[in-house]
């Protein structure tokens, strides 16, 4: 394998060489807790799985290959992988962190690790002037979504990596949205990279786990003594489905992006809806923002799968939601199928209400996750259920 070959040529081969023993082109799954020794202190690199095993390593391999880094590990959820990294702080730091994020990094930084001395302040991550006037000498740590869960606001990684590099505080960056496909932090200058790999990494809505990819060889250590001593890895057996899994990866993550463009564009267009966001439609206020950082293995831009549509009012939300047939109500996203869900009593509902109202998050708001089904198919779903 040469480091230079493409995104999908490593997706396939990193992590997935034949069985050394049998000539299995698909890999055996290592289904084991512990390893025999060869002698007490002698092992032949593994000795329980909790610590390393040899599925999930050839997974890690190809975690970090498709961000282009160095050291890839797998957790047992997005949240897990989150977790781990604020682990690797201390009382007394202090974490900028997106105000729209995920609620479930919300409800983690807020209900638990703050009682344990680290303090998270919520700024607007569009404003490279707020993020900057955020920073203070205990500052350790800035951790952004781009695009953020549900409302699809950008932070420009390349200037935010710029103002940590001279404040010495670490970049990280959630790209469960737009996937290792669609987007590269590390290569626009953030330190660690972190995913929901139940996402797009897995793609087919039938297992939990989460992923950080990092160049930074003391981050890394650190990562992995968290990794071992808190033991939130996922099983052998849902590390070969995710290496299955991002085999296809490409397929699948540009399908569900040209899905979803053409799908915002119609529904823009018809003005059924009080508004239509996603950041590959121009009326998006960070749409050239999108165009520079955000593109497919081949240079093309991409703008990522999930959109979000406000209905105007929760009973239209409801009306909506009951008369969809191809989207399934459900929290999470990025499988092949298409999902909804309202993200204000659902994916949010630990965040205060307050807080929801200040970012903008209405009751109204439908957040869609588009799959790889017949485009038409999926409009005309839409279309069909908003009609009164």
């Given at each position: 394998m040469k480091s230079n070959d493409r995104f999908q040529t490593r997706a396939i081969h990193i992590g997935n060489k034949p069985d050394k023993e049998t000539g299995a082109v698909a890999p055996p799954i290592h289904l084991?807790?512990?390893f025999e020794q060869e002698a007490v202190g002698v092992d032949k690199g593994f000795d329980y799985s909790r610590g390393g095993n040899p599925t999930r390593q050839r997974l890690e391999e190809n975690l970090a290959t498709l961000e282009n880094g160095k050291y890839g590990l797998a957790f047992a959820s997005g949240m897990a992988a989150t977790t781990a990294?604020?682990?690797?702080?201390?009382?007394?730091?202090?974490v900028i962190i997106g105000r729209n994020v995920y609620g479930g990094t919300y409800r983690m930084s807020v209900k638990v690790l703050s009682n344990h001395g680290i303090e998270f302040e919520f700024v607007d991550t569009r404003s490279m002037e707020l993020i900057e006037k955020a920073i203070r000498p205990e500052t350790t740590l800035i951790f952004v979504e781009s695009p953020t869960n549900p409302l699809l606001e950008l932070c420009d990684?390349?200037?935010?990596?710029?103002i940590c590099k001279e404040?010495?505080?670490?970049?990280?960056v959630d790209n469960t949205f737009m996937s290792s496909y669609g987007q590269n932090p590390l290569s626009l200058g953030a330190d660690v990279v972190m995913h929901s790999a139940t996402k797009f990494i897995g793609g087919h809505?039938?297992?939990?786990?989460?992923?950080?990819?990092?160049?930074?060889?003391?981050?890394?250590?650190?990562?992995?003594?968290?990794?071992?001593?808190?033991?939130a890895v996922p099983s052998p057996f849902d590390c070969w489905l995710m290496l299955r899994s991002t085999k296809t990866m490409a397929l699948r993550v540009q399908r569900q992006s040209d899905n979803a463009m053409e799908i915002a564009t119609k529904l823009e267009s018809s003005g059924i809806v009080e508004s239509v966001i996603y950041p590959g439609l121009e009326s998006h206020p960070q749409h050239d923002l999108a165009l520079k950082q955000q593109a497919n293995?081949?240079?093309?831009?991409?703008?990522?799968?999930?959109?979000?549509l406000k209905c105007g009012n929760i009973k239209r939300r409801d009306v909506f939601l009951s008369k969809l047939r191809l989207f399934s109500l459900a929290e999470s996203l990025g499988g092949?199928?298409?999902l909804v869900c309202a993200p204000y009593d659902m994916t949010h509902a630990a965040v205060p209400e307050v807080t929801k109202e200040g970012m903008g998050l209405t009751k109204d708001l439908i957040r869609l996750s588009i799959g790889i089904e017949h485009v038409e198919d999926l409009y005309n779903d839409i279309i069909t259920a908003l009609k009164e």
């Amino acid at each position: 394998m040469k480091s230079n070959d493409r995104f999908q040529t490593r997706a396939i081969h990193i992590g997935n060489k034949p069985d050394k023993e049998t000539g299995a082109v698909a890999p055996p799954i290592h289904l084991t807790s512990t390893f025999e020794q060869e002698a007490v202190g002698v092992d032949k690199g593994f000795d329980y799985s909790r610590g390393g095993n040899p599925t999930r390593q050839r997974l890690e391999e190809n975690l970090a290959t498709l961000e282009n880094g160095k050291y890839g590990l797998a957790f047992a959820s997005g949240m897990a992988a989150t977790t781990a990294l604020f682990q690797t702080l201390s009382a007394g730091d202090h974490v900028i962190i997106g105000r729209n994020v995920y609620g479930g990094t919300y409800r983690m930084s807020v209900k638990v690790l703050s009682n344990h001395g680290i303090e998270f302040e919520f700024v607007d991550t569009r404003s490279m002037e707020l993020i900057e006037k955020a920073i203070r000498p205990e500052t350790t740590l800035i951790f952004v979504e781009s695009p953020t869960n549900p409302l699809l606001e950008l932070c420009d990684i390349a200037k935010t990596a710029e103002i940590c590099k001279e404040h010495d505080v670490l970049l990280a960056v959630d790209n469960t949205f737009m996937s290792s496909y669609g987007q590269n932090p590390l290569s626009l200058g953030a330190d660690v990279v972190m995913h929901s790999a139940t996402k797009f990494i897995g793609g087919h809505s039938d297992l939990l786990a989460g992923a950080l990819v990092t160049n930074n060889s003391t981050l890394a250590e650190k990562l992995y003594f968290v990794q071992k001593s808190g033991g939130a890895v996922p099983s052998p057996f849902d590390c070969w489905l995710m290496l299955r899994s991002t085999k296809t990866m490409a397929l699948r993550v540009q399908r569900q992006s040209d899905n979803a463009m053409e799908i915002a564009t119609k529904l823009e267009s018809s003005g059924i809806v009080e508004s239509v966001i996603y950041p590959g439609l121009e009326s998006h206020p960070q749409h050239d923002l999108a165009l520079k950082q955000q593109a497919n293995p081949d240079g093309q831009p991409i703008f990522g799968s999930m959109l979000s549509l406000k209905c105007g009012n929760i009973k239209r939300r409801d009306v909506f939601l009951s008369k969809l047939r191809l989207f399934s109500l459900a929290e999470s996203l990025g499988g092949v199928e298409s999902l909804v869900c309202a993200p204000y009593d659902m994916t949010h509902a630990a965040v205060p209400e307050v807080t929801k109202e200040g970012m903008g998050l209405t009751k109204d708001l439908i957040r869609l996750s588009i799959g790889i089904e017949h485009v038409e198919d999926l409009y005309n779903d839409i279309i069909t259920a908003l009609k009164e």
